[in-house]
């Protein structure tokens, strides 16, 4: 019973903590999220002068917290999706340390690489249509959708239910890469920075900089499946029409090419990719840390 509690609690405190850090995490680049979306889902060409004249001129025009207009809707996908993938990755990691005999201590390469993507897949099997509705209110007027609900409400009604489930096969395709080698990435350089300086806990720049470290690799690696699912998500309100992965990705090497079309706004994600992931991972395990010692203190108080 003692066993059950102590899981339950730590379920529990990976939920908290997983939530705090994807929200923390994306609203400090939310504005940048916006302004790679809508270049993602246009035929626009992208440099980081038509990136700044964007925010400007939605400043200007719509005011300073229009620049994160569709946050709402991403703190309604990006919380529990969070909360799910560090939760279930902590659970993958425990599960998989059994299995191999590794319970307690690190993980070798390829279970640690398999505990990232099988988080990264089942918090997007979960959360899917949270993310379409927010890819929808990033790229379109206020006047077309008022809120989240509406969204949900007037895509079913006109577009079908379906819909909300447009581009989930390339979400699928690309969260592998990319939650896998996020979290490898991260993980391998704690372990390796504990056995380097001796230090079993990193400061927090230093985690940080892995997170960071963390996010360009896994972002890079998983981009032109970023701008398909984009693409497909916000066909009902682009006038396109994507079907497949494959003939989506040709249509946008054939009227963009390869550079400009499917790796479109990647030098923004350089940016905002290693913050958001960085301060995600940094906020995760700090959480977690003040936590265990609440935790700690609690039990201390009561045995006494």
């Known amino acids: 019973q003692n066993k059950d509690l102590k899981q339950t609690r ?3 405190n990976s939920l908290f903590s997983g939530a705090l850090a994807g929200a923390v995490a994306k609203t400090a680049v939310a504005p940048l999220d916006r302004t790679k979306i809508i270049f993602q889902v246009s035929s626009a060409r992208f440099s980081a002068k038509e990136a700044y004249r964007l925010i400007y001129r939605t400043y200007l025009k719509d005011g300073f917290f229009s620049l994160w207009r569709g946050n709402s809707a991403t703190m309604v996908r990006v919380i529990p999706y969070a909360a799910i993938q560090f939760c279930a990755h902590e659970q993958y990691k425990r599960l998989l340390g059994g299995f191999y005999g590794f319970q307690g201590a690190a993980l070798p390469p390829v279970p640690r690489l398999m505990a990232g993507s099988m988080a990264g897949i089942t918090a997007s099997m979960l959360t899917y249509p949270l993310d379409m509705v927010r890819a929808r209110m990033a790229v379109t007027p206020k006047e077309m959708y008022s809120n989240i609900l509406h969204v949900f409400v007037r895509i079913s009604r006109e577009e079908g239910v379906k819909t909300l489930y447009r581009g989930f096969n390339p979400t ?3 969260v592998v890469p990319y939650a896998g080698l996020s979290f490898f990435t991260y993980e391998t350089l704690k372990k390796l920075h504990a056995e380097r300086s001796g230090r079993p806990q990193p400061y927090s720049y230093e985690r940080l900089a892995f997170g960071a470290c963390a996010g360009l690799i896994g972002q ?8 398909v699912r984009r693409r497909m998500q916000t066909a009902g309100v682009t006038g396109h029409t994507y079907g497949t992965i494959l003939s989506t990705m040709k ?8 550079i400009r079309g499917l790796y479109k706004g990647l030098s923004m994600n350089w940016v905002k990719g290693p913050m958001a992931v960085g301060i995600s991972f940094t906020t995760f395990d700090l959480t977690q840390i003040l936590l265990k010692k609440l935790d700690n203190a609690t039990r201390l108080n009561s045995s006494k």
């Open 10 to 12: 730590s379920v529990l």
């Open 172 to 174: 699928i395709l690309g």
């Open 220 to 227: 890079s690696a998983s981009y032109p499946l970023d701008v």
């Open 251 to 258: 249509e946008i090497v054939a009227e963009e090419g390869v």
